[in-house]
């Protein structure tokens, strides 16, 4: 008999995988699994392989409000509801997948360390980068 010891998903491809309790199956797969992507500023995919700091980043959707929040490793928040935008077209390993693009702009909240220190987005990347929302 086999068993499932951990079911592990990526809201955002490129980021910490999110260890989930239950997930919702699709026909297409995984529902909250992937729904988003990071491009940068031709609108090409920027993921690990471009920057691996990526994967410091703790993605975290609510299927229900549709909130994305983004952790990053200095402990600073950004969260909301992505506004969608424009539309895109990415080129997924010789697969063109439809998204719009998604106002990089939330919320943002400082955490204030045990040593009461707060920090300030520690994301680098080498160019501008926007993120945007995947097709499904």
Wanted: net charge positive.
């Amino acid at each position: 008999m086999k068993t499932v010891s951990r079911l592990s998903i990526a809201p955002v491809k490129g980021m910490a995988l999110v260890h989930a309790d239950e997930i919702s199956l699709e026909p297409f797969g995984v529902a909250a699994n992937r729904r988003f992507f990071v491009v940068d500023e031709d609108g090409r995919r920027y993921g690990q392989i471009r920057d691996g700091t990526l994967v410091r980043i703790e993605p975290s959707y609510d299927e229900t409000s549709g909130a994305l929040t983004l952790r990053f490793p200095d402990d600073t928040v950004v969260d909301g509801v992505p506004q969608l935008g424009e539309s895109i077209v990415t080129d997924f390993y010789g697969r063109p997948l439809r998204g719009r693009v998604v106002d990089g702009r939330g919320r943002t909240r400082s955490r204030v360390s045990p040593d009461g220190r707060s920090g300030s987005s520690a994301a680098t990347r080498p160019a501008p980068a926007s993120t945007a929302a995947s097709a499904r």
